[in-house]
């Protein structure tokens, strides 16, 4: 009988070596560094497509609500970086994350997928993004929608992009800055002379 005792306990305590072994395995995909990183960030930020296919597949062992915001990052993250594939393959996910939105902020950076793409100027993302119903007048935490964002950061090409698909020209952010402001504060002439044509030159833009 004792014997048989010792087995069981033999057993269990096997048992949750084994279950330990594997929540500290699978734990570490959930887990975020200083800068709020998980292991999925920094597999964008390497621009790694098949190690953020792996790591997105495992078995997270987290809460609903973290794993979609760490998936929310990382598809902000590899838009901001310009990895339109990797923001697809992201993107296609968003069905199985209750949390996730196209258009939702990135709760380190406090930007959205296309706000960041704007920043950085990568406009095969922002073509991406605007087709696959991105929303041209969602602002960014700051108040900068995606056209403040490329008018601040001085991408005209792009400005032009979002006017064609619909962008507010007068949008102000929320300190009541319209784009020539913006685009004054930044030194940015060719933005500022587009802005300063009374609306013809935008036509000309948008119309031929």
């Known amino acids: 009988m004792s014997y048989n005792y010792r087995s069981l306990l033999l057993l ?14 699978y734990s570490q995909i959930g887990h975020r560094d200083a800068h709020g990183l998980t292991a999925i960030s920094h597999a964008v930020n390497r621009g790694s497509l098949e190690v953020v296919k792996y790591l ?16 929310q990052s990382a598809f902000v993250l590899s838009s901001r970086e310009g990895f339109t594939e990797m923001s697809q393959f992201l993107l296609d996910r968003f ?6 939105h196209i258009d939702g902020t ?85 933005l500022i002379s587009m802005l300063l044509a009374n609306g013809w030159y935008i036509c000309i833009l948008l119309y031929c």
């Open 12 to 25: 269990l305590l096997l048992f949750l070596l084994l279950l330990l072994f594997y929540y500290m395995v």
């Open 106 to 190: 990135d709760h380190l950076t406090g930007e959205t997928a296309l706000t960041a793409a704007c920043l950085q100027g990568n406009k095969p993302t922002v073509h991406m993004l605007i087709a696959r119903g991105a929303a041209t007048a969602q602002p960014n935490s700051d108040g900068y929608s995606p056209f403040l964002c490329a008018v601040k950061a001085g991408f005209w090409d792009i400005t032009v992009v979002l006017l064609r698909h619909g962008a507010d020209v007068q949008h102000t952010d929320s300190f009541g800055r319209t784009a020539l402001m913006v685009a004054s504060a930044e030194g940015h002439l060719e």
């Open 56 to 71: 997105y597949n495992c078995d997270w062992l987290v809460e609903e609500a973290s794993k979609s915001q760490a998936i």
């Open 95 to 100: 069905d199985e994350l209750k949390y996730c």
